[in-house]
Nanobody, 119 residues
């Protein structure tokens, strides 16, 4: 099995910063993409940022210029540095990893971490 353990959520005022971490562990051959998604109350889960094994990234338009995703392949860990936070960034943030087990790619999700930005 594969486990994703997230950390770093919390409460911050508008304009503040937080850094999320997500570490993957378990039995797998490698990880293709790792990313962060978020879900606010009453809304669908949406992509925030994603990084592929070759280092290429993509971001939601709403976070470009404020959030930075990075990845430590040796530690199977992905980070999300969130700066200039806004109240609309308030959501549960979920880590997702697309993991190779033998030759098949599986998607795994973390348990979620709450980010609350006060106005």
């Amino acid at each position: 099995q594969v486990q994703l353990v997230e950390s770093g959520g919390g409460f911050v005022q508008t304009g503040g910063s937080l850094r999320l971490s997500c570490a993957a562990s378990g039995s797998f051959f490698g990880i293709n993409a790792m990313g962060w998604y978020r879900q606010a109350p009453g809304k669908q889960r949406e992509l925030v940022a994603r990084v592929i094994s070759n280092g290429s990234t993509n971001y939601a338009d709403s976070v470009k210029g404020r959030f930075t995703i990075s990845r430590d392949n040796a530690k199977n860990t992905v980070y999300l540095q969130m700066n200039s936070l806004k109240p609309e960034d308030t959501a549960v943030y979920y880590c997702k990893a697309d993991v190779f087990r033998v030759t098949t790619l599986y998607a795994y999700w973390g348990q979620g971490t709450q980010v609350t930005v006060s106005s």
